[in-house]
């Protein structure tokens, strides 16, 4: 257990990560800088639109209500890049945070699987998405950006995050 916190915190050094293209199954419990506590769920939907994968993502916020959910299609799920597999995906994301500011985004997002470093395996990931929220300024609100890695340990995966919302999230989560 010592081992997996020890090389969370180098990963943390190397980049901050997003969800990965690809759907999961998972609940997770997380911390948002500055301020805020979040409850996720992932699931990975039954059907198949034209034979892509498909899934669901829901993040609740508090003490401050805030609610999403993204949608995700999995179009390219193996691309082989420097002998690691990457996959590239598309969603579609509905925001509410209280009081009263709703929005959406579409966009796409891509995950880089990283070499095994040991038990533990993970993937870089980003997304981009245009649409709008309101975040203060225009150009701010018209889009949506995450970056980031997820390391896996049997069941269990860390999420470190930053994005458009958050300059650091990271999340505990369980996957089935």
Known sequence: ??????????????ALASTPAYPENSFGLGYAHPTAGELTVGAVLPFAP???????????????????????????PSLAVGGQFMAVGL??????????????YLGGDLS????????LSGALSAGLGLGYFPKGSLLASL??????VRL????????????D????R?????LW
């Open 1 to 14: 257990m010592k081992r997996l916190w020890f090389i969370a915190l180098i990963v943390l050094g190397w």
């Open 165 to 168: 919302r958050d300059l650091f």
């Open 143 to 148: 889009f949506s950006y995450e970056l980031g």
């Open 91 to 104: 969603y579609g994301e509905l925001r509410y945070a209280s009081p009263g500011s709703f929005g959406g």
């Open 112 to 119: 880089w699987d990283l070499p095994n470093m040991g038990p």
């Open 50 to 76: 034209l034979g892509m994968d498909s899934g669901l993502d829901l993040e609740v916020r508090y003490p401050r209500l805030g609610v999403s959910a993204a949608g995700k299609l999995l179009l390219l």
């Open 152 to 163: 896996y340990y049997d069941q269990f995966a860390v999420d470190l995050v930053t994005n």
């Open 170 to 174: 990271a999340g505990l989560l369980y």
